[in-house]
């Protein structure tokens, strides 16, 4: 509830004037009220005794103005009564003049005594006018003053009310703020953890996006390279029969780049060949098909893989002479076979005893 400054009547929160007084509920307002109709009222009082003083004088000046207006009166009467005669009747007038004389004399006398009565009445009737209008203004004076009195105590006492309504917030104030400042310390601790952590989630969130660039890159390098056998020999694959009574048959085929080891992957329609049946030497793949050269001639072969683009070494042709493959002017040896022949080539030198397989040779 706010209390009105003016009546100390208590009103609803959030009323802005005072239900019983109409005073403004807002101190500031209040105050700035209260001044400016305490210095209306002095202006007024002050107008007042100045219009009151001004009818004394102008009364006791008119009364003064009256007297000499009747004296002038008197004396152009005298005058004008002399200037009627001619001179020639001055001596037969004289008496008569001088009963004019005296009788305008006996007017003017009464007429000044007349006037200076009727002054001294209105000087009198001003002057009580002015003592009434000065009780008057005391009176004002006096309930402007009482007024002053009420508004200054109660100015003060609204103001004594703000100034202990501010300290208790102050105080509040300070006791919230030394509880704030015993808590820095662990603020301060859950900064730098927080900050530690933004900083890992960063280094986090670039390994991540490198991880996630370098698995589409290499995604996204997936090979398949397809081959046909309907011809015994071509520019990228060689097939040749199994010697002898075996069944075998042992494949060549060139791939456009090395595989990743472990990559490689052969199918065969829709058949997966096993992974010890082929393995590879650079980019050529050496596949060991199990039935007779005809059968290969009806399907596909899909190779799939992931290239290995450090391998640099690549085979660019293969090439068969005399039941041997070549991979560029190099010998492959024959696998599946003893190879007494073979002398070895620059990717698989001849060691003593029996001849090595190649990397990642068929069993």
Not at 220 to 237: E, G, I, M, R, Y
Not at 318 to 342: N, T
Request: glycine share 6%; with cysteine; proline share 7%.
């Amino acid at each position: 509830m706010a209390q009105c400054f003016q009546c100390e009547q208590e009103n609803p929160p959030g009323q802005a004037f005072c239900g019983f007084c109409g005073s403004p509920l807002v101190l500031r307002e209040f105050i700035a009220t209260q001044v400016s109709r305490g210095i209306s009222s002095s202006i007024q009082n002050r107008d007042v005794l100045e219009t009151a003083s001004s009818i004394k004088v102008f009364e006791r000046a008119y009364g003064w103005i009256k007297l000499i207006l009747g004296a002038a009166a008197a004396l152009l009467a005298i005058v004008g009564g002399l200037g009627i005669w001619k001179a020639t009747d001055w001596w037969s007038s004289v008496d008569k003049a001088k009963q004019v004389v005296a009788d305008a004399a006996d007017k003017t006398k009464k007429e000044i005594s007349q006037t200076s009565s009727n002054a001294v009445l209105d000087i009198e009737a001003a002057s009580g006018k002015a003592i009434e209008a000065n009780e008057q203004s005391v009176r004002k004076a006096g309930t402007l003053s009482e007024d002053l009195d009420r508004t200054a105590t109660g100015t003060k006492s609204g103001l004594a009310k703000e100034a202990a309504s501010v300290k208790a917030d102050v105080a509040s104030s300070k006791t919230e703020l030394q509880a704030v400042h015993q808590l820095q310390p662990e603020f301060d601790s859950m900064r730098a953890q927080l900050g530690k952590a933004t900083t890992d989630l960063a280094v986090q969130q670039k390994v991540i996006s490198s991880s996630e660039d370098f698995v589409k890159k290499v995604f996204s390098s997936h090979t398949v390279a397809l081959f046909t056998f309907d011809q015994l020999v071509k520019p990228n694959s060689i097939v040749l029969p199994s010697p002898g009574a075996g069944i075998n048959t042992v494949v060549y085929m060139l791939l456009p780049s090395t595989p990743i080891p472990g990559t490689l992957q052969l199918q065969y329609h829709i058949f997966v060949q096993p992974p010890n049946s082929y393995g590879n030497l650079h980019n050529v793949v050496i596949f060991s098909w199990g039935d007779p050269v005809d059968s290969l001639k009806q399907k596909q072969m899909s190779v799939s893989y992931f290239p290995d683009s450090s391998d640099k070494d690549l085979i660019h042709a293969l090439s068969e002479k005399d039941g041997r493959v070549y991979a560029d002017d190099q010998p492959l040896p024959k696998f599946g076979m003893p190879d007494p022949d073979f002398k070895g080539n620059k990717w698989m030198p001849l060691a003593p005893g029996p001849a090595p397989a190649p990397s990642h040779a068929p069993q």
